[in-house]
């Protein structure tokens, strides 16, 4: 038995775990290996860089398999359950959890194709209630690289939605290129998203 769900569905996306029984490591590393189209766009502000062989993406799917099978936390591969790229693998979402603090951090990001197609905001709404409705959880909290202007678009779009907050700017919050950064928090609140969901 697991914490987490092995796959959930939204509006027009499909969730499917990230662990090694299921996923195919080579299809991961057709997508994020160094020269893949748009990884250089999608790297720029976060905490990974593209990977340099096909033992990087083995590893990562490994690793993201023991912390969904202790409870850790979670990593979806999600894919169009519709449109013209239907079944293609979009990117990833990923739910880690802080118990002690009643609290959930969300994590994500998709491949350029899928971008500028409400999916940012449809994963968000469909992971708040996966925190609040399935995992108690009292919290959520997103965090952007200051200057990645796309993801700050689609944060506060889906945080104002439901009702949560900008909480500011953690100085030295996360690595980048080896380089300490500053990083942007959002939060919403169980109650807030409560208000304000459909």
């Known amino acids: 038995m697991s914490l987490f769900p092995t796959e959930m569905e939204s509006e027009r996306l499909r969730y499917e775990r990230l662990h090694p ?16 189209p748009g990884i250089d766009e999608i790297t720029k502000y976060v905490t990974w860089d593209s990977h340099q062989h ?6 990562w799917v490994e690793h993201c398999g023991e912390q969904f099978d202790d409870g850790v936390a979670a990593t979806y591969a999600l894919r169009p359950t519709e449109g013209d790229r239907a079944g293609e693998l979009a990117g990833f979402a990923g739910i880690h959890p802080d118990w002690d603090r009643r609290l959930a951090v969300f994590g994500a990001w998709l491949r350029k194709p899928f971008w500028g197609r409400g999916y940012s905001g449809e994963r968000a709404a469909r992971m708040l209630e996966f925190a609040f409705d399935r995992l108690d959880l009292e919290m959520v909290a997103v965090a952007h690289d200051p ?13 104002e939605r439901f009702g949560g907050r900008k909480e500011g700017r953690i100085r030295n919050d996360i690595v980048i290129d080896d380089e300490p950064r500053d990083s ?8 807030e ?5 459909d």
């Not at 080579?26 to 160094?34: C, M, N, S």
């Not at 200057?147 to 945080?159: F, G, M, P, T």
Request: aromatic content about 14%.
């Open 21 to 36: 029984d299921e996923f195919d490591v080579d299809e991961l590393y057709e997508y994020v290996h160094a020269g893949a």
């Open 184 to 191: 942007i928090r959002y939060s919403i609140s169980r109650a």
């Open 193 to 197: 998203w409560e208000r304000n969901r």
């Open 147 to 159: 200057d990645n202007e796309q993801s700050r678009r689609a944060i506060e779009k889906y945080v």
């Open 54 to 59: 096909p033992k990087e993406s083995f590893d």
